[in-house]
């Protein structure tokens, strides 16, 4: 039997890569909604452009951020194990499927054209679940303990200035 946390095994220094990637698509797809809504509400083309880029971004950032994710899955049998990995890995490839359909009929049709009357909710439908993948991949880290480190990190040298009233912050020197 395995001991210890589950690992990444796509990391920098014991820092999973996965999780420095994602932030990014996370931005670029839940961004992509609230341009089409205000497309939606003014009627600025430009906004329908943005849109366009915004799902571009997405597309190819996750793919880079999926990457890594799927190497930290099939890298440990743990994280295979977990019903929490399998939710969040298929959750994720249904998010990319939409948001790169979503940009095609967006780049094959005009980016203002590809708005309505799918496009819109297909963003919408994205997001939505970005929030679920993301509740899920969250429940790997807090719950399973993924990609989480057995020891806490040695401690940073004092540099003898600490900030006054910091809470717990026992046998450090105030600022002179």
Not at 29 to 53: C, K, M, Q, R, Y
Request: hydrophobic share 50%.
């Amino acid at each position: 039997m395995e001991r210890g946390n589950p690992r990444s095994t796509a990391s920098i220094a014991g820092h999973p890569i996965h999780p420095m990637l994602v932030p990014f698509p996370i931005a670029f797809l839940a961004s992509a909604p609230v341009s089409d809504i205000v497309f939606w509400a003014g009627g600025e083309p430009g906004w329908a452009t943005v849109s366009l880029w915004l799902l571009g971004a997405g597309v190819v950032t996750v793919l880079a951020a999926a990457l890594f994710g799927f190497t930290d899955f099939l890298g440990d049998r743990r994280i295979r194990s977990l019903g929490a990995a399998a939710q969040h890995m298929i959750g994720n490839l249904a998010a990319v499927l939409l948001a790169l359909f979503n940009w095609y009929l967006r780049y094959a049709g005009g980016a203002a054209e590809g708005v309505f009357p799918y496009g819109i909710w297909l963003s919408l439908a994205t997001a939505l679940l970005l929030v679920f993948n993301g509740w899920k991949g969250w429940e790997m880290v807090y719950r399973h303990h993924v990609g989480v480190a057995e020891e806490p990190a040695a401690p940073a040298r004092q540099s003898g200035r600490t900030v006054e009233g910091v809470r717990g912050a026992r046998g450090l020197r105030s600022p002179s």
